[in-house]
């Protein structure tokens, strides 16, 4: 009896220890695909033709502005995750980054509001509807406000993708 007691000890021990090494094996091998997407990940946010970016003074009591820009896809992998992708907005006045996330609905405008983001034309858009597909451009809009009077304000924008590579410009 001590004998089938110890032999079933060894397996047990011996099963964990090969399970545990598998999903140890397995975590490594998500991390390097994962490390290989990143490196494969590029993006670029491009000037509009007008000021380094597209500012539309909307106005009202609230100083309301629309930042308009272009981003574009530089690396190999794409892009699809927009939930996951975030925007950030550092006015020069006072350099506290607003975070702006993904409204969910393709061609809205994101909301001051709301700190949401979105866009209107992915171009060409041929591989991969709704997804920013390598050389693909898409272009972003973001409603905010601005506290004071600038009608045009100096401000930094983040883009920040799932993968976490980012792209720093400043209009």
């Known amino acids: 009896m ?9 397996y047990v021990i011996v099963g964990g220890t090969l399970a545990s090494g598998d999903m140890i094996a397995s975590a490594q091998k998500d991390v390097a695909l994962e490390k290989d997407e990143q490196v494969h990940t590029a993006i670029q946010l491009l000037a509009m033709p007008t000021y380094p970016w597209e500012v539309i003074f909307i106005g009202g ?9 272009k981003l574009k896809n530089i690396g190999s992998e794409p892009i699809g995750d927009f939930n996951r992708t975030d925007m950030f907005i550092a006015l020069d006045t006072n350099n506290v980054p607003v975070r702006y996330s993904f409204n969910g609905s393709r061609n809205l405008p994101g909301s001051n509001a709301s700190k949401m983001w979105g866009y209107t034309t992915i171009t060409p858009d041929t591989t991969h509807p709704s997804m920013l ?14 506290f004071g009077n600038e009608q045009h304000p100096t401000y ?6 799932p993968n976490g590579v980012t792209n720093v410009s400043r209009g």
């Open 156 to 161: 930094t924008v983040n883009v920040t993708t």
């Open 61 to 69: 009591a609230d100083n309301h502005h629309l930042i308009r820009f």
């Open 133 to 146: 597909d390598p050389g693909e451009t898409m272009t972003v809009e973001i409603d905010f406000l601005v």
């Open 2 to 10: 001590g004998v089938l007691l110890l032999v079933l000890a060894g």
